[in-house]
């Protein structure tokens, strides 16, 4: 069965002065449709760059990345736009939410573009920020709220738009162990309902514990793939 996303010998060099800087190098990946995919790496591996590049907001030196078949390196800028506001659901270590927008604002902002009408956006955006615990800071800002419900109202936001595919870089970076544990245990109960999720961390225990399999990352190469055992357990 071919795969859902799959990357064929990609590259993305980048110029630093008189130095050639490869940040991503020959790395062929596939994603099957309904996986938990974690790219596990420290800092400089690669692997945001990767994560980039499959969500269409980077293009690649040389290689290709292919959605169901059809490269996304032939696509045009309106194409790629139309990937991710229809398919893709990105969520940030930095939260990324606009600091003067309430939570239900931050999270209706996702449904903007794609021709949701108003009252369908509130109604969806409160739907979603409910069911994640977050009825009751509907009406707070991000500056309000704590760092674990800021990563939650960024989930809501990133999911909102029922997307395809999650793309999840370093989600838990800036939490406590305690918040770290609920996101991600957020996100396997996502993917157990069918949500395709790649996760970019340095954690790997996380990447052990919650998803299905592994692609290990060093200097911009792939180093390795393991099979993990989603149980749930602790970070």
């Known amino acids: 069965m071919e795969p859902y996303l799959q990357t064929v010998s990609l590259c993305r060099y980048y110029r630093r002065g008189p130095h050639e800087v490869k940040a991503l190098d020959n790395v062929s990946v596939a994603v099957n449709k309904g996986e938990y995919l974690a790219l596990l790496g420290s800092s400089g591996s690669g692997k945001t760059t990767l994560l980039n590049l499959l969500a269409g907001l980077d293009t690649p030196t040389s290689g290709t990345v292919a959605l169901e078949g059809s490269p996304l390196t032939g696509m045009s800028r ?3 736009s139309a990937y991710r506001a229809r398919k893709v659901g990105m969520i940030f270590q ?3 939410l606009i600091s003067h927008y309430t939570a239900l604002q931050n999270v ?11 009252a369908e956006r509130r109604r969806a955006s409160a739907a979603m920020l409910e069911s994640l615990g977050l009825a009751d800071r ?7 709220l704590s ?3 800021q990563q939650r109202v960024a989930v809501a936001r990133a999911v909102v738009k029922r997307p395809e595919i999650l793309f999840a870089d370093e989600p838990t970076g800036n939490l406590d162990y305690d918040n770290s544990r609920s996101i991600a245990g957020l ?9 395709t999720v790649v996760l970019v961390t340095h954690n790997h225990e996380m990447a052990q514990e919650y998803a299905h399999r592994t692609v290990r990352m060093q200097y911009g190469r792939v180093t390795g793939t393991d099979l993990a055992g989603a149980t749930g357990g602790a970070l």
């Open 78 to 80: 309106r194409e790629l």
């Open 94 to 96: 930095s939260f990324n």
């Open 108 to 118: 209706e902002a996702a449904l903007l573009f794609n021709g949701t009408p108003p």
């Open 138 to 144: 509907m009406t707070h800002r991000p500056g309000d």
């Open 147 to 149: 760092g674990g419900e």
């Open 187 to 195: 996100l396997q109960s996502l993917n157990a309902g069918g949500l």
